[in-house]
């Protein structure tokens, strides 16, 4: 894949940096939520660019917090233990077995791999999960059948985000911090949920009032039927997708999350590819558009 910063001419280099100012000042001390999907994290040299990526942000005075996923690498850990994943509408049924390993990959693995590389990038990054400060309180999800709302299906330990408390996101947001949190939530009798982290990402750029939600994954955007890149989709473009079956798998609770988000006063929600080097860099401090913007109207 061709790095769109390195493979262009130096003249046109400096065009980016100069596009960049306005941007600096208009997003200064502004939150940037910004969700790293386990399909986004696979090569390590993309990890290394997105660390810089991170770091660069909250040196011209941003304050990005990173929501991170990790199905792919749950998935490799249940697969070494004789287990596949089953899915029903993007989510994980989550039984007690896999709620531990859902633990261990994300809180164990996964996190404390981006914490580090954000570190060795010159950041100060802090690992959280929804336990930490009483982040992510949840139930247990009751999730309605998409074609039959009467339906309901048992997913296990997934959790229903019940409420957000974001003061220890701030607290390390004012201390110079980079908050980096896993998707897992707890339940009245201290129990673990796995929560999808698209939609921890939608809820806590939310409450934490955002300028910018960025969902990071590993396709150019939301594509159509004929797998043309959508540019711009609004709620009502977006329920069609999801009438008549374009929008699927993964891409449900991503859209949910996105749309949950921009209809609840996050500025501008954007799903780009993860894979594209530099992408999140350039969609925030440039006048080029990537991937798909969601819209509330
Ligand atoms: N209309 C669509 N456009 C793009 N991707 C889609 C669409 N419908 C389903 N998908 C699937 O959603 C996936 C992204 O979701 P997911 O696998 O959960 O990624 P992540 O780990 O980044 O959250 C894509 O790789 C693709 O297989
Ligand atoms: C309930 C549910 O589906 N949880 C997800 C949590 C990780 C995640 O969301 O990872 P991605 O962003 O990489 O898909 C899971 O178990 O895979």
């Not at 809820?203 to 396709?219: F, R």
Request: charged letters at 20%.
């Amino acid at each position: 894949m061709t790095d769109p910063v390195l493979n262009i001419p130096p003249r046109d280099k400096a065009e980016i940096l100069a596009q960049a100012l306005p941007y600096i000042r208009k997003f200064h001390g502004k939150t940037i939520v910004i969700k790293y999907g386990g399909n986004a994290m696979t090569d390590p040299a993309l990890q290394a660019d997105f660390a810089e990526d991170v770091v660069l942000l909250k040196l011209v005075g941003m304050n990005p917090v990173v929501v991170h996923g990790g199905g792919p690498q749950i998935e490799a850990a249940l697969n070494r233990l004789g287990k596949k994943g089953h899915f029903i509408q993007g989510m994980r049924v989550t039984d007690d077995e896999t709620m531990e390993v859902v633990e261990w990959v994300l809180a164990g693995e996964v996190q404390q791999d981006i914490v580090g590389l954000i570190n060795q990038a010159g950041g100060k990054a802090v690992g959280l999960t929804g336990r930490d400060g009483g982040l992510i309180r949840a139930q247990k999800l009751k999730l309605a059948d998409r074609n039959d709302p009467n339906l309901h299906h048992d997913v296990g330990l997934v959790g229903d985000i019940v409420a957000i408390d974001p003061s220890v996101v701030k607290a390390l947001q004012d201390d110079a911090f980079i908050p980096v949190v896993s998707p897992i939530g707890f339940g009245e009798n201290n129990e673990s949920y796995n929560i999808n982290a698209d939609v921890v990402a939608g809820k806590l750029a939310t409450v934490l009032k955002a300028e910018k939600l960025m969902l990071l994954t590993n396709t150019p955007g939301v594509l159509d039927k004929n797998g043309k890149l959508l540019t711009n989709l609004s709620a009502r473009e977006i329920d069609e997708l999801f009438a008549d079956g374009t929008i699927s798998g993964g891409m449900l609770p991503k859209i949910e999350g996105a749309l949950d988000a921009a209809k609840s006063g996050v500025n501008a929600v954007h799903i780009i590819d993860g894979r594209v080097p530099h992408a999140m860099l350039l969609e925030i401090l440039t006048d080029q558009a990537y991937g798909t913007m969601i819209r509330a109207r």
